[in-house]
């Protein structure tokens, strides 16, 4: 009687790795499109890099240039300022 053989399972596949963008916070200047964050993050030999994630278009940012954690940062609302000004931080 001849031997069995035994079902092994089929061997994974072997990813496939696409080439893609950039981490976020790699991002050359000019790598940027329309509504992506130009917050300013690294130097890399010389070179800025920025944060490059998606942005809205709002009131607090017009132009869509900042993403909403990188907006806190650079955005201080106008009544923050005016009590800045009159002294009452």
Same mark, same amino acid.
């Given at each position: 009687m001849a031997a069995r053989a035994r079902c092994q399972p089929a061997?994974?596949?072997?990813?496939?790795?696409i080439p893609g963008r950039?981490?976020?916070d790699a991002y050359r200047l000019d790598d940027l499109g329309f509504c992506r @964050?130009?917050? #300013? +993050?690294a130097l890399v030999r010389g070179e800025h890099?920025? @944060?490059g994630r #998606? +942005?809205?278009?709002?009131?607090?940012?017009r132009h869509g240039s900042w993403c909403d954690e990188h907006?806190?940062?650079?955005?201080?609302?106008?009544?923050?300022?005016a009590a800045r000004k009159a002294g009452r931080n």
């Open positions: 061997p994974e596949p072997a990813p496939v790795l950039p981490e976020f @964050c130009k917050f #300013p +993050t890099r920025f @944060c #998606p +942005t809205t278009i709002d009131a607090s940012n907006r806190a940062v650079v955005f201080t609302p106008r009544p923050v300022m």
